[in-house]
């Protein structure tokens, strides 16, 4: 088994539209090591998002590998135990938060003794306990941003691929998200996340 959570080789891709043509990546290549916290820094359309894409297998390479966990990223199994967040989660805005990591966690099979109180738990610890039982429609980008990352984490992820984790958090939010990706990581998960800002890589 690989020491690597990820390992990226040589990739490059190139979008085509028309006669237009962009490259997104060239050459990218890293490694994240099982455990490690990688933040992946970058301006907006320099390809940040592209290469998440790619490492989920939701658009692939000109050439280069993904590996996950010592597996290519093509083969369905390499993501097991891998959860990812976009900047702008897609979550029904007709469901409620409990009712969407309550979802989340029945989906990846996660057992526990009582699905609503562990869920609750998890709402509690990203400030959406209060908004439980609220529809996602009636509620801030920031409140969508917790609930999606409170989605996240109850599922106990072994990979944690986040896009812009902190995008719409005021920054009382952000410090307790931090917080809790740092935990996240102190405890053994590999956390690979972008942003185009220094201090939250930092």
């Known amino acids: 088994m690989s020491d ?4 990226l080789q040589h990739l490059h891709k190139t ?4 006669r237009r043509r962009f490259q997104a990546l060239n050459d990218v290549s890293f490694t994240v090591k099982k455990g490690e916290a990688f933040g992946f820094i970058g301006a907006n359309g320099a390809g ?6 790619i490492i989920l297998d939701l658009i692939r390479a000109d050439s280069g590998t993904a590996l996950i966990n010592g597996i290519n990223s093509r083969n369905a199994e390499s993501r097991r135990g891998v ?10 805005e007709y469901l409620t938060p409990l009712e969407i990591v309550r979802l989340g966690v029945e989906m990846h099979g996660f057992k526990v003794a009582n699905v609503n109180t562990y869920c609750m738990e998890w709402l509690e610890k990203f400030g959406m306990a209060h908004a439980a039982g609220k529809k996602l429609k009636e ?3 920031g409140m ?3 609930t999606g990352l409170a989605h996240s984490l109850a599922c106990k992820p072994e990979i944690l691929i986040l896009d812009e984790p902190l995008s719409g958090l005021d920054p009382v939010g952000r410090v307790e998200v931090v917080d809790l990706l740092v ?3 102190a405890n053994g998960g590999t956390l690979l996340f972008t942003s185009h800002v220094l201090h ?3």
């Open 48 to 53: 940040k998002s592209t290469t998440i894409k």
């Open 15 to 18: 979008y085509v539209s028309g």
């Open 200 to 202: 939250d890589v930092e």
């Open 4 to 7: 690597n959570a990820i390992e």
């Open 183 to 185: 935990e996240y990581q």
């Open 139 to 141: 509620m801030s980008k």
């Open 144 to 146: 969508a941003q917790r």
């Open 83 to 92: 959860v990812f967040m976009p900047e702008n989660p897609y979550l029904n």
